[in-house]
């Protein structure tokens, strides 16, 4: 089992900056692959980035890879997303993801955290 806790959201102004941060436990962090999806009011849960187990490979999607940044920690079992030039459709919850492989899928992600809420104001 893997536990996931999201933090870093809150309110920010376009053009602003947050970082997100996924603090995880149980099985070996350094085992899983890692993502970050976000789900807007009436949407579909939607890719946004990921990571591999060493972090030597990332993956964006179009609408954020000139301005989001994921990483990782293993020794701090934290996978982080940088935020940038923030605009108002990023407003949603944010969540981290565990899984298997490096995938743009929901379904391809075992373990996920409650998410943490991003609003971004014009």
């Known amino acids: 089992q893997v536990q996931l806790v999201e933090s870093g959201g809150g309110l920010v102004q376009a053009g602003g900056s947050l970082r997100l941060s996924c603090a995880a436990s149980?099985?070996?962090?350094?085992?899983?692959?890692m993502g970050w999806f976000r789900q807007a009011p009436g949407k579909e849960r939607e890719f946004v980035a990921a990571?591999?187990?060493?972090?030597?490979?990332?993956y964006y999607a179009d609408s954020v890879k000139d301005r989001f940044t994921i990483s990782r920690d293993n020794a701090k079992n934290t996978v982080y997303l940088e935020m940038n030039s923030l605009k108002p459709e990023d407003t949603a919850v944010y969540y981290c993801?565990?899984?298997?492989?490096?995938?743009?899928?929901?379904?391809?992600?075992?373990?996920w955290g409650q998410g943490t809420q991003v609003i971004v104001s014009s």
């Open positions: 993801a565990a899984g298997s492989y490096m995938a743009v899928h929901t379904t391809l992600y075992d373990y």
């Open positions: 149980g099985r070996t962090f350094s085992s899983y692959a």
């Open positions: 990571i591999s187990w060493n972090g030597g490979s990332t």
